[in-house]
């Protein structure tokens, strides 16, 4: 291999990409564009969840009550309804999630020291978030009683919960960085997707492939703008991370470069083969999109735990490399994982970057037809 | 130290599917010589350039370019060979002189005479200029101008150039001419191919192809003279009636019309007064006529009709 045709080759790549202003905002906006939407759209935080009351009581205790539930953020109350049909109207419409009726003779049974019911009605077509507002329900209605009733009970056991590396709980804390491998590893393969078979296409492949130079040399030497490119990304997407997300990083800034070096080898080599075969630009750019996209988002352990995977979709994950990028980042940002922690998923990594680069390699002849 | 001969072909063949691109060429160029494939779309002659320049494999058959076989040391050939693709292949998106310095890059051109090398293939290209042109924007010659350019930056020993003058204006194809001279004084042996049969005539040696494989080869006057048959040139107002008059005539082997004349090839010297005489008496006044040797229009036309 010679440095010279590999610099000639980058050069080359480097000027072209330059001059097409358009791919060139695409490699830096789509995963600016993306991490944006995604990182606010997916959330499985529920708060200010559009709640509806109806107090047929009227009194301070009531009142009381709703203020609490206001105050936790957890509930908005967006309506005081006059009567009991209103509940139905705003729940049927999707302008309240909940349904809260205080009965007439609220007060006066908790000043009587009896039992009382409170009537809750959720919408249950988004289960989650109803299982989720009744659990919050529960618990402020719970600390609500206890506060109001004249004999405090005692708990015998109590817990005393710690939550580890997202004591908040905080759903976009994990998401995020998952969030960012599964971007990364769409970005990586579409950036290189079109850079071979564009010479195809434009008739440039046949001038190339009759010079000496050989096929490490090409396949690296435009590896190597598209390189600079996704890692640009990548320090976008940690900086809109952490400034825009407020998700906390943890590790080794020089161990996720390393780590991410390692990643875009693979990603880039894999669109370089799909380039390779494809020799379209359009059918390329599509197919990267669908083998990076569906296994990165469904398999890589970013939204849905492998755990709760079926055996055989447990299996196929092993071979997805986003799921060690997922895994090696969520580590990297909440828990300040080390090297000797990573080491085991940054050794799938390399080993997938090499495999695709030795395919692409073999797939890529110096002929034409 | 002798070299190799610039190309040997035995056998060589191409099929796609069922179409036999080329069809068991032989082939023996020269050190030195100019050498031009000529013949009309769908000959083969881009197929056998690139199987000659080793980017498309034989079939079967075997070729040897600048003493390396084509099957299995293509790189080493392309080492010594600069190619020329039938369509543009230079980077429309980059300028003049990022296109040659690319291909300097990618033939490992040494700094020390890069420099000079460069000016000079700029100098006879016309293309000084334009060095920071993006190609893209250059005209059909110039950019013709510029691809030989890049597959000369080596000082390639072949040279193969597939149609290279397709789509270049007169005056464009005439500096590009020359420059073809001019590297042929300085020991460089040419290929190329072309559908125009007065290019054809500039070479030192050509070869006729149709259907994949060469069925006339030799200096374009000999190939001319190989047609045994006596010709003649009529010139006349009525062309096209002449035309159909003189087909009829016994003796009379082929007709063709080039522009205000007719070319007649006969089966024997005594049938151009049979011709004579049939059209006078249809009335088709003759304004000149003589005895002419084959074009290689003529040759080419009354081979492919065998």
Same mark, same amino acid.
């Given at each position: 291999m010679k440095l010279i045709r590999i610099q000639a080759i980058a050069k080359k790549e480097m000027l072209q990409i330059v001059r097409d202003p358009l791919s060139l905002a695409m490699g830096f906006m789509m995963p600016v564009l993306l991490l944006f939407i995604f990182g606010y759209a997916i959330s499985l935080d529920v708060d200010d969840i559009t709640t509806i009351v109806y107090d047929q009581d009227r009194s301070s205790m009531g009142r009381q009550l709703v203020a609490d539930l206001s105050a936790s953020g957890y509930f908005k109350v967006v309506r005081y309804a006059e009567q009991e049909a209103e509940i139905g109207q705003y729940l049927d419409a999707g302008m309240a999630r909940v349904g809260l009726t205080i009965p007439v003779d609220f007060s006066r049974d908790l000043r009587a020291g009896r039992v009382t019911q409170l009537p809750i009605v959720v919408d249950g077509s988004d289960s989650n978030t109803a299982t989720i507002a009744l659990g919050y329900f529960a618990a402020l209605t719970e600390l609500y009683g206890r506060r109001i009733s004249p004999v405090p009970e005692k708990a015998l056991i109590e817990v005393r919960a710690r939550v580890w590396y997202n004591p908040e709980l905080k759903s976009r804390n994990f998401i995020v960085p998952g969030l960012i491998a599964v971007i990364m590893m769409v970005i990586a393969a579409l950036l290189t997707s079109l850079c071979i078979a564009r010479e195809w296409e434009r008739g440039t492949m046949e001038q190339l492939i009759a010079t000496p130079v050989k096929t490490p040399e090409l396949i690296l030497g435009k590896m190597i703008p598209y390189y600079v490119i996704g890692m640009v990304d990548m320090a976008l997407s940690i900086a809109m991370a952490t400034l825009l997300f407020e998700v906390p990083f943890r590790g080794s800034l020089l161990l996720l470069t390393v780590i991410s070096t390692v990643f875009l080898f693979g990603g880039l080599s894999f669109g370089i083969i799909i380039s390779i075969i494809t020799k379209s630009q359009i059918v390329s750019s599509q197919i990267s999109v669908v083998a990076t996209y569906l296994p990165a988002f469904l398999? &890589?352990? *970013? =939204? *849905? &735990?492998? &755990?709760? =995977?079926?055996r055989p979709l447990q299996i196929i994950t092993h071979i997805i490399p986003a799921r060690y990028f997922v895994s090696i980042l969520k580590g990297l940002f909440l828990k300040g994982s080390a090297i000797r922690i990573l080491y085991a998923d940054a050794l799938f990594l390399l080993a997938f970057g090499i495999v695709t680069f030795a395919v692409a390699n073999i797939k890529f002849k110096k002929r034409l037809g | 130290m002798t070299l190799p001969p610039a190309i040997i072909a035995t056998g060589l063949s191409r099929s796609f599917g069922s179409i036999h691109a080329v069809n068991k060429l032989d082939l023996a160029i020269d050190r030195g010589e100019l050498y031009g494939l000529v013949g009309p779309d769908g000959a083969g002659k881009t197929t056998t350039m690139r199987l000659l320049t080793g980017i498309l494999e034989p079939t079967s058959g075997e070729a040897w370019v600048a003493g390396f076989p084509v099957r299995t040391e293509a790189e080493r050939i392309k080492e010594k060979i600069g190619y020329m693709s039938q369509r543009f292949g230079l980077y429309e998106d980059l300028t003049v002189m990022e296109n040659i310095l690319f291909y300097a890059d990618i033939y490992e051109v040494a700094r020390s005479v890069r420099k000079a090398r460069i000016e000079r293939l700029l100098g006879f290209s016309n293309l000084t200029p334009f060095v920071d042109r993006l190609a893209g924007k250059l005209s059909g010659g110039m950019k013709q101008k510029l691809g030989l350019a890049c597959a000369l930056v080596h000082t390639p020993e072949i040279l193969f150039l597939d149609e290279p003058t397709n789509g270049v204006d007169p005056v464009s194809r005439r500096d590009f001419w020359r420059i073809l001279y001019d590297l042929l004084r300085e020991g460089v042996t040419i290929v190329l191919s072309t559908s125009y049969l007065d290019e054809a005539e500039r070479c030192t040696r050509i070869g006729l192809m149709h259907k994949g494989t060469i069925i006339i080869e030799d200096r374009p006057k000999n190939v001319r003279s190989s047609l045994a048959m006596p010709m003649m040139e009529v010139w006349t107002d009525k062309v096209r009636t002449a035309g159909e008059i003189v087909r009829t005539v016994e003796g009379v082997s082929s007709v063709s019309v080039y522009g205000d004349r007719l070319h007649i090839g006969l089966k024997h010297k005594g049938a151009a007064s049979a011709v004579l005489v049939m059209l006078e008496r249809e009335g088709i006044a003759v304004q000149d006529y003589r005895e002419i040797l084959p074009s290689l229009e003529d040759v080419f036309i009354t081979m492919v009709e065998k």
């Open positions: 398999l &890589s352990g *970013f =939204m *849905f &735990s492998i &755990s709760n =995977m079926t | -």
